[in-house]
């Protein structure tokens, strides 16, 4: 397989035309004819990642996030970044990003997360687009049964990889929970559609303290705030299983290294 096969599997999936205009994604380093035999899927593009792609021999990286989120005037290697873009190139490890279209699609970053915690039966977007029902910012679904927002709470924890930020619950432990709302990532701005969605809690990541206490205090759902990496990290096997599944000829790998910012909580 060549990189531009790979590249044509991925966009098919997470059109390039449904990121945000704000964003960065598509390849970021790579010759498209270059052969493609092992893929390895991170969230993040850093150093730790691509000492995993350089030991396994990875010729791809499929990263969430960007390398570049904003221009830049020099790759360099006097800065982490410019470092990684070195040695990707010195090894010919290409580098692709698919980041807030990856989190529109469907299935997409909301999806695994909403399977990993427990979701059941049909999902629907938190936030669809006006002309796709279908895609669109978040998930909303049920869970098997009924439950309590401390039992729930305890059952994300155990269906997202460990962090040192573990999870966070804001809200009654004894609510019953039934209906939830997802986000992968950083969730603030989904806040009052959530409320509105009618769920019994919202699982994202990155809430703020203001904005989290106004929107308990004011009677919304229950709240679980959980890392940003761990919260995106159930993608990676989506992912790599839309590869597998694709026809394209290659080895998929799901990094297990933890690049949460976070190292240590105490």
Not at 3 to 8: F, P
Not at 151 to 159: N, S
Not at 185 to 190: I, M, V
């Amino acid at each position: 397989m060549t990189l531009t096969d790979v590249i044509e599997v991925l966009e098919a999936a997470y059109p390039p035309a449904r990121a945000e205009s704000w964003d960065a994604v598509g390849l970021v380093s790579g010759d498209p004819a270059q052969q493609v035999r092992k893929v390895l899927l991170a969230v993040d593009p850093v150093a730790a990642v691509a000492e995993e792609a350089l030991d396994w021999g990875a010729d791809l990286i499929v990263t969430h996030h960007p390398l570049y989120l904003r221009g830049t005037t020099s790759v360099a290697a006097t800065t982490p970044k410019g470092r990684l873009v070195h040695t990707l190139i010195k090894n010919d490890i290409a580098l692709y990003t698919a980041h807030t279209n990856a989190d529109v699609a469907n299935p997409g970053v909301s999806d695994a997360l909403a399977r990993a915690v427990g979701l059941v039966g049909d999902l629907v977007p938190l936030q669809p687009f006006p002309d796709d029902p279908w895609r669109g910012l978040g998930r909303v679904g049920e869970l098997a049964e009924k439950t309590t927002l401390g039992e729930f709470a305890r059952r994300a924890a155990e269906g997202l990889p460990r962090t040192s930020w573990g999870i966070r619950v804001a809200g009654d432990l004894a609510r019953p929970v039934l209906r939830v709302a997802v986000s992968g990532g950083a969730g603030d701005s989904l806040l009052g559609t959530a409320a509105a969605a009618g769920v019994d809690v919202f699982l994202t990541a990155d809430l703020r303290h203001h904005p989290a206490s106004e929107f308990v205090e004011s009677g919304g759902p229950a709240l679980i705030d959980a890392a940003h990496w761990a919260t995106e990290w159930p993608w990676l096997d989506s992912a790599a299983s839309i590869l597998r599944e694709s026809g394209v000829t290659v080895e998929t790998r799901v990094s297990a290294t933890v690049t949460d910012a976070w190292t240590r909580g105490y």
